[in-house]
């Protein structure tokens, strides 16, 4: 198939000299063989982490024969473990914090809704006393309509203030809420992380490990050693299929 086309490649520019003529003439190629089916690993990027680098502590030997599932490539995972704890139990501190909140505010609130009614019955009663007036004496009269001026003003000034409670228990309450899910974020993205720290192999095939820059000169990676996310590590390639990729 490659013969073809070269043939058909060179007829077409206006090659002279044939390239069968009396008998097959060698045509040298200069390429690469690799597999069709391979996979990559990197170095896992980790999800909500400022970490720099990742310790290896298990590489599978290049040239090695895997089977699907076998474990390629394994890295420290103290770390994203310990993280995942930690938030955990700043989460789970702050839905305490919510819910003691919570039982606050509904404490707060039915102390002012008490207050509230006592002074709504005082001013009704106040109304009732002014009611009264015309059979009362001038200063009597006056001092009842001073009473219920002073206790609706008291009306007005607790039903503001029990807004404005509200309004800021509220806000209380948000910013609590949003602390949590920050924490329960950070909590899922630490689990995420200590679960990329296992990489399996997702077919057969055998390990090839990559050369990378490091330390002022190229190598392949070693177990112990410090990498950083998004280097290449190595690729497990299937044997059973190859291919030339050749410039023509």
């Not at 819910?99 to 609130?109: C, I």
Request: charged share 25%; net charge neutral.
């Amino acid at each position: 198939r490659v013969s073809a086309v070269i043939i058909t490649t060179l007829c077409a520019a206006g090659a002279t000299t044939p390239l069968v003529a009396n008998g097959a003439r060698t045509l040298r190629l200069h390429g690469t063989v690799e597999p069709i089916r391979s996979y990559p690993v990197f170095v896992p990027r980790l999800s909500g982490s400022s970490a720099n680098s990742l310790v290896i502590t298990h590489l599978a030997r290049p040239g090695t024969q895997v089977r699907k599932g076998d474990l390629l490539v394994e890295f420290d995972s103290q770390a994203q473990i310990k993280t995942a704890h930690d938030r955990e139990a700043e989460y789970r501190d702050f839905v305490e914090q919510i819910n003691k909140l919570r039982a606050d505010q509904l404490s707060a609130r039915a102390h002012d809704e008490a207050a509230l009614n006592q002074a709504d019955n005082a001013v009704k009663s106040a109304e009732v006393d002014v009611s009264t007036n015309d059979v009362r004496a001038q200063i009597d009269a006056e001092k009842n309509q001073l009473m219920l001026e002073e206790m609706r003003a008291h009306l007005v000034a607790l039903r503001r203030t029990s807004d404005l409670r509200r309004h800021a228990e509220a806000a209380d309450l948000r910013l609590l809420e949003i602390q949590r899910d920050r924490a329960k974020n950070a909590w899922m993205h630490a689990e995420q992380n200590a679960t990329k720290m296992r990489i399996v192999s997702p077919l057969d095939g055998l390990v090839a490990l990559k050369t990378t820059w490091k330390n002022g000169s190229f190598g392949e990676v070693q177990e112990g050693e410090d990498t950083r996310p998004g280097v290449p590590i190595m690729d497990v390639v299937d044997p059973t299929a190859m291919r030339v990729r050749a410039k023509i």
